[in-house]
């Protein structure tokens, strides 16, 4: 069964870091790009970066470009966003979704909230 | 970036009725659309892609269709499952985007 499960959500102020992690089981994680989503409390959905196969190819959302930082972990089966220098516009739930083109397989979400 | 308006932003509906939701591209995407099915508090789940290929385990009541820059998303009669907000979201370039959404109300 495929699994991804987020976590690192947390309560940061702005200005701030952090960084949220995806936990994947269930499939063949070095054979696909992975992605993150996020969606604003109330809102649609946010196409916020992907990244390859073998981390060698990353893009983003130009609102986060500069600021966060995409990774992986192969032999980890782990992902990661690190996202730096974060302000209120930057809160919400962050998904890790299998695929670079249409995600097929999402996670439950991590909250991150940016507030003083 | 390519922006995708959907319309309309909500729709009411009954059950067994037939609902038909719009997302246009500004810019050609050739065929690289796919749909999205969101419940209240629940991750999206993958409906279709390829405009009108639906995923593995997708009921066929749903379906899916391209014209020039505009797409459709169609439910053929609609089930009490399937009230939830539809997004659209393209592929062809970067960044992806998504529409802003369409919920589908009883």
């Known amino acids: 069964e495929v699994q991804l499960v987020e976590s690192g959500g947390a309560l940061v102020q702005p200005g701030g870091s952090l960084r949220v992690s995806c936990a994947v089981s269930g499939f063949t994680f070095t054979t696909y790009w992975m992605t993150w989503v996020r969606q604003a409390p109330g809102k649609g959905l946010e196409w916020v970066a992907n990244?390859?196969?073998?981390?060698?190819?990353?893009n983003y959302v130009d609102s986060v470009k500069g600021r966060f930082t995409v990774s992986r972990d192969n032999a980890d089966n782990s992902l990661y966003l690190q996202m730096n220098s974060l302000r209120a516009e930057d809160t919400g739930v962050y998904y890790c979704?299998?695929?670079?083109?249409?995600?097929?397989?999402w996670g439950q979400g991590t909250l991150v909230t940016v507030s003083s | 970036a390519i922006r995708m308006t959907q319309s309309p932003t909500s729709v009411s509906a009954s059950t067994g009725d037939r609902v038909t939701i719009t997302c246009r591209a500004s810019q050609g995407i050739s065929s690289d659309l796919a749909w999205y099915q969101q419940k209240p508090g629940k991750a999206p789940k993958l409906l279709m892609y390829?405009?009108?290929t639906l995923q593995t385990g997708v009921p066929s009541r749903f379906g899916g269709s391209e014209s020039g820059t505009d797409f459709t998303l169609t439910i053929s009669s609609l089930q009490s499952e399937d009230f939830a907000t539809y997004y659209c979201q393209q592929y062809y370039t970067y960044p992806r985007t998504f529409g802003q959404g369409t919920r589908v109300e009883l």
């Open positions: 990244i390859n196969q073998d981390g060698s190819e990353k």
């Open positions: 979704v299998r695929g670079g083109w249409y995600p097929d397989y």
């Open positions: 390829a405009a009108s």
